[in-house]
T-cell receptor, first 115, second 111 residues
């Protein structure tokens, strides 16, 4: 099946620093990628949708200046959490859409802990 | 808007069969997906239905009735490793083919 990689898998940072998370579709081209956040025992919350070569579309309540998304190629999207605060600590999961059925495949997730 | 409902939790016995239901209300229906998510991990794709009927894939089967806005995921010969959350997601072609997820069903398989 389709493979989506995400890096890093785990990151601990100090409050006020920025963290970049990479998402790659390894064996297919993804015109659309999605970024989700998930808090413990809660469902996935869509943060933003990004299309290759254009600006991301953010969900209501998600600050675009805080969560910078770049989708520079058909296989790579990045999420940068700027000036991270402890409340940004969460599980961030990217997803890439592709294949004949336009299925969404998920990356393994990045666990962010802001101290 | 969209509304997706599935039970919060279910418990079943190893070796048994369990059915996880999902009901939805949406305009622009363009497919229903089931994902499995183990604790602390990202979701993995299980199945996709866009036409009415049953799709079988090994121990897992998924059923769809578009007229009833209803789907179920059937897991046979349950194994301990099947303990996970199962997410029902509906794709909407009126919203750029985005997925909307239900809250997930936490399945606990007991020996």
């Amino acid at each position: 099946g389709a493979v989506v990689s995400q890096h890093p898998s785990r990151v601990i940072c100090k409050s006020g620093t920025s963290v970049k998370i990479e998402c790659r579709s390894l064996d297919f081209q993804a015109t659309t990628m999605f970024w989700y956040r998930q808090f413990p025992k809660q469902s996935l919350m869509l943060m933003a949708t990004s299309n290759e070569g254009s600006k991301a579309t953010y969900e209501q309540g998600v600050e675009k200046d805080k969560f910078l998304i770049n989708h520079a190629s058909l296989t790579l999207s990045t999420l940068t959490v700027t000036s991270a605060h402890p409340e940004d600590s969460s599980f961030y999961i990217c997803s890439a859409r592709g294949g004949t059925q336009e299925t969404q495949y998920f990356g393994p997730g990045t666990r962010l802990l802001v101290l | 808007g969209q509304n997706i409902d599935q039970p919060t939790e279910m418990t079943a016995t190893e070796g048994a069969i369990v059915q996880i239901n999902c009901t939805y209300q949406t305009s622009g229906f363009n497919g229903l997906f089931w994902y499995q998510q183990h604790a602390g991990e990202a979701p993995t794709f299980l199945s996709y239905n866009v036409l009415d009927g049953l799709e079988e894939k090994g121990r897992f089967s998924s059923f769809l009735s578009r007229s009833k806005g209803y789907s179920y995921l059937l897991l046979k010969e349950l194994q301990m490793k099947d303990s996970a959350s199962y997410l029902c997601a509906v794709r909407n072609n009126n919203a750029g083919n985005m997925l909307t997820f239900g809250g997930g069903t936490r399945l606990m398989v007991k020996p």
